[in-house]
């Protein structure tokens, strides 16, 4: 910004906010203000960049305002498939505003809106939480949508794969004729750019300017997900020939002043179908009785240059994202999966991090260096998982073991010192050379697993605090203390449980609950909850603190292969330890921070959505060719239409509902939650298990109905799984 226009900036703020100023337009302001018309276009753009950073509004008859003093808020808008939704305000610490359904405007889901605070309003009053109407659209959050065609007597319309995107678009398919692929037909999933929508009173429009295929076809599913979350699906030619020209061998100018670890017992340990291995561990016990532990990490940063094309398309795609059939990666497979993965038996750059521990496992010292490696072994879950389970024997099994005596003492004492257990379980979906999904394999978060994440952790913690103390900028990872009011909130709902639960803004209290949920079959549901009432995980560039993890120093250092925020890690470290790297000023911090908090969630959104439709897929097949497996699944709640079920070993919720328990007429007892046989007296209550079958898929809705398939239920504790952390602790790996 130049000095001109921040002063035009500085001037219109302070003239808008003095207590005479009455709500002026453009030429008004420009009066106000001694503006000639000479320099009248300073004015205007500082007026467009005011706005849409939302430190002024503007209302009826373009007149300016600041904000708060009109009852105006800036935000993302959140809708719910409902209808309604909720504004997140930009400002920091600022509550969500409810906007009801015919308060939206022409809004849609992920749009930059201003709305109007309503003081009277009878939300607010029996919810007690501010409602607001949308006012003014800011920024789309996208140009385009997905969604399948369809036809009715009179229109062609598309209707949003996103359930939160409310109305159906028309489109003139004769207007169609750029799109190079074949003529879109109903039933096949479409891209469609939308038009200027200005009335609610009128269905949006838009084109067609790609046709993904019949909504049945092999992949269709799965590139609609991409393009609907506009991942990036090839690489630019100048970053792809950047990346070929790289040697898979390493020169002796590369090794100049690394340490050289090729002699030792160096291990990796990932899943059955991983294909880039980024980390690396080697664990030795010492004298005293304490530990030497090494953790070695790829380093990308020896290949990918500062401001080259490579580090330009890393940082735009912020992360891969990883899809049942596929994976859209943040490098190209040159580098994700050959020069920069750490394979066996062959050489390999890397970024090493070693920590002493005492016997008691607190960490003593730590040093940090770049290294060259060549890993021993590749370890799958599976066979690390046989070893440790197995009575020690050659020189490989004795050092997993020693390795898991390390683990295992900073697994309690993490726990010990307030680390909140927020892991979920986790389902791989596989799929047959067709991307059908043939069976769905629970994943077990066992000791091999616990020993890869307490490594990664403590080497992302050891990071972290090197940099802080040398006060060297960075991307720090943070999760922000949650909002007391939300805590109290979620208190209530943990109640409706029959749970006995105090002041949960005490970090003993939420972890006495935690402890108390365990193997319960209302636990997901009451940890789902618990995630709602947090706030969310983010980069930033100053070291806030991890209210998850209980970390004071926490950042990202340990895939840099699949995250931006670990490769600039690496890169300040570098330039901390005198090697060569970037020195980034903290403008340029925060702005990466932002966008990969961003590219982080929407590859979240686009995970979850992905495996979800194949779940869906998978029981739907079951429908199709009338032959439903039977599932053990759990009771999480009761309601006069039904009953709520979880199926552990699929990871899914669905309904029972009432009508289908044909045995007999079922009675609600709200007090006691259940349903009872007015004949049989039969009970189901949450807590209990029941085998049930697919009756009904919704695939819009993201919906499934079961039915009972053995004739009572039985009382039962479920079996523990893997568990995937929802605030870092499992995001470390794949």
């Known amino acids: 910004m130049t000095e001109n226009g921040r002063r035009i900036r500085e001037q219109i703020l302070a003239l808008l906010a003095s207590p005479d100023y009455r709500p002026l337009d453009k030429s008004e302001l420009a009066k106000a203000l001694g503006r000639k018309s000479g320099i009248r276009m300073g004015l205007n753009q500082a007026l467009r960049d005011l706005e849409r950073a939302g430190e002024i509004a503007r209302i009826r008859k373009n007149r300016y305002v600041l904000p708060p003093l009109a009852d105006l808020i800036t935000g993302k808008l959140h809708i719910h498939q409902a209808g309604y939704g909720f504004l997140i305000s930009e400002k920091s610490g600022e509550p969500d505003i409810f906007i009801a359904a015919e308060n939206t405007g022409t809004a849609m889901h992920g749009d930059r809106v201003v709305a109007r605070i309503s003081r009277d309003a009878s939300y607010a009053r029996t919810k007690g939480r501010r409602e607001g109407r949308v006012i003014r659209i800011l920024e789309r959050a996208h140009d385009t949508i997905v969604g399948t065609l369809q036809h009715s007597r009179n229109f062609y319309y598309i209707v949003p794969d996103d359930p939160r995107l409310v109305h159906d678009v028309y489109v003139q398919p004769a207007r169609d004729r750029r799109v190079k692929q074949t003529a879109a037909k109903v039933g096949d999933k479409v891209v469609v750019r939308l038009e200027a929508w200005e009335s609610r009173h009128v269905n949006p429009e838009g084109e067609i300017i790609e046709v993904l295929g019949p909504a049945s076809a092999p992949g269709v599913d799965m590139l609609s997900i991409i393009r609907k979350y506009h991942l990036p699906t090839e690489f630019p030619r100048d970053v792809l020939e ?13 090794l100049d002043g690394r340490q050289d670890l090729r002699n030792e017992c160096i291990v990796t340990i990932d899943p059955d179908d991983a294909r880039d291995f980024d980390d690396a561990i080697h664990v030795e016990k010492v004298a005293n009785g304490g530990w030497h532990l090494g953790v070695h990490i790829a380093d990308v940063a020896a290949y990918v240059e500062p401001g080259s094309a490579l ?18 990666p943040m490098l190209p497979e040159r580098l994700s999966n050959g020069v920069c993965s750490l394979n066996p038996g062959v050489d390999r750059l890397t970024h090493s991090v070693f920590i002493h521990f005492d016997k008691n496992g607190a960490a003593k010292r730590a040093r940090f260096t770049r290294s060259v490696i060549r890993s021993a072994h590749r370890l799958t879950y599976k066979q690390a998982y046989a070893i440790l389970k197995s009575t020690p024997g050659d020189q490989l099994s004795k050092r997993l073991h020693v390795a898991w005596e390390l683990a295992s003492l900073l697994r309690r004492k993490r726990f010990e010192h307030g680390s909140l257990d927020l892991d979920f379980p986790d389902v791989k979906v596989w799929l047959d050379e067709t991307g059908k999904p043939v069976r769905l394999e629970r ?7 616990q020993l890869i994440e307490e490594f990664m952790l403590a080497a992302n913690e050891a990071v972290a605090r090197e940099l802080k103390n040398r006060a060297v900028p960075a991307i720090y990872r943070i999760h922000e203390d949650p909002d007391p009011d939300k805590l109290a909130e979620y208190r209530e709902f943990v109640l ?7 002041d949960l803004t005490h970090r003993g209290e939420v972890q006495r609950l935690l402890a108390a949920i365990r193997g319960k ?20 560039p100053q070291p806030l603190g991890h209210y998850g993890l209980a970390k004071p120093n926490y950042l990202h250092f ?12 690496h890169r300040v ?40 439709m194949k779940k869906l897929e998978f029981f739907q097949r079951q429908l199709d060719e009338r032959n439903p497996q039977i599932f053990r699944a759990a009771i999480v709640d009761v309601r006069n239409y039904g009953l709520a079920v979880e199926l552990p070993d699929a990871l899914i919720t669905g309904l029972v509902h009432v009508s289908s328990l044909a045995d007999d007429f079922y009675l609600f007892e709200p007090a006691q939650r259940r349903l009872i046989g007015r004949r049989s007296r039969k009970r189901f209550s949450i807590g209990d298990e029941v085998r049930v079958f697919v009756v009904r898929v919704d695939a819009f809705k993201r919906q499934v109905d079961f039915a009972i398939a053995s004739e009572t239920p039985m009382k039962t504790d ?13 995001r470390n790996r794949r």
Do not use: C, W
């Open 242 to 254: 950047r990346a070929n020209g790289i040697s898979e061998k390493i020169d002796a100018r590369q």
């Open 311 to 328: 580090d330009r398309e890393a940082r735009h795609r912020g992360n891969s994202v990883y899809l049942p059939d596929r994976v859209v």
């Open 443 to 449: 994943l077990e978060n066992d000791e091999s697993h």
């Open 496 to 502: 409706s449980f029959n749970y006995q639960v105090g």
């Open 521 to 540: 079959p209302e636990e997901q549901a009451l940890k789902i909850g618990l995630l709602k009432s947090l706030k969310r995980a983010r980069y930033f």
């Open 558 to 569: 340990t895939s840099p292969i699949r995250r931006y925020a670990d490769l600039v890690v």
């Open 573 to 612: 470290l570098a330039q901390h330890n005198g090697k060569r790297g970037l020195r980034i000023d903290m403008s340029q911090i925060a702005s990466v921070a932002e966008h990969i908090s961003t590219t982080e969630r929407i590859a979240a959104d686009a995970e979850i959505e992905s495996v979800r």
């Open 718 to 730: 479920r079996r523990k799984g893997q568990r995937r952390n929802a605030s870092d602790i499992g």
